[in-house]
């Protein structure tokens, strides 16, 4: 069964610190690799995705992927309170489908 | 630019009542179109996913259809609740590039 593996949390972060979150796959097919954010009692929202190895950035957060070790991480810098949400990773698992398996998440808390 | 829509937002129903989600995208043409149901402080399940008009790949056997009567329409039913059918029910699409999904606003479900 394809998985995607999160620490449940809860993270507490200091504001202005780097959150550093963190999502391993059992699919060594999977291609592709999405990072969003869900407010509580809100939809999740895109932030970022990835498919070549290394890192990506956009603006404060970065992506890093590993294809060899199968981990995908996001890094938040200079942490702000309105980043204390519950961030789910998803993979690509069956390439030209797009779908995507979830992890169950990873709820931050950025500590004013 | 893209808009996803769902309706209604919550939703109250008895057990052994029908139901029906419905949810629209503007914006795009024949994207591909997903059902998830979100429980209680639990991961995203996919239930159903359409890559055209008529197709529906259903994920998870169990009391819950689909439809897509249009290009850019996607229907959740039922013919009878389940008080296990309670959960945050969320609508997305993709467009095929990358297989990034985008989701709507969510309908909250309880059965009682």
């Known amino acids: 069964q394809k998985e995607v593996e999160q620490n449940s949390g809860p993270l507490s972060v200091p504001e202005g610190a780097i959150a550093s979150l963190n999502c391993t796959y059992s699919d060594r097919g999977s291609q592709s690799f999405f990072w969003y954010r869900q407010y509580s009692g809100k939809s999740p929202e895109l932030i970022m995705f990835?498919?070549?190895?290394g890192d990506k950035e956009d603006g404060r957060f970065t992506a890093q992927l590993n294809k060899a070790s199968q981990y995908v991480s996001l890094l938040i810098r200079d942490s702000q309170p309105s980043d204390s949400a519950t961030y789910l990773c998803a993979a690509e698992t069956n390439f030209g489908n797009e779908k995507l398996t979830f992890g169950t998440g990873t709820r931050l808390t950025i500590i004013p | 630019s893209q808009t996803i829509h769902q309706w209604p937002a919550t939703l109250v129903q008895p057990v052994g009542s029908p139901l029906s989600l419905e949810c629209t995208v503007e914006?795009?043409?024949?994207?591909?179109l997903y059902w998830y149901r979100q429980a209680a402080g639990r991961g995203l399940q996919l239930l159903f996913y359409?890559?055209?008009?008529?197709?529906i790949s259903s994920e998870v056997p169990q009391n819950l259809s689909a439809s897509r009567p249009q290009d850019r329409q996607f229907i959740l039913s039922s013919k009878k609740l389940l008080l296990s059918d309670s959960g945050f029910y969320l609508c997305a699409w993709s467009s095929g590039v990358i297989g990034e999904q985008y989701f709507g606003p969510g309908t909250r479900l309880t059965v009682t």
């Open positions: 359409s890559v055209g008009i008529g197709q």
């Open positions: 914006g795009t043409s024949n994207p591909n």
């Open positions: 990835i498919y070549s190895n």
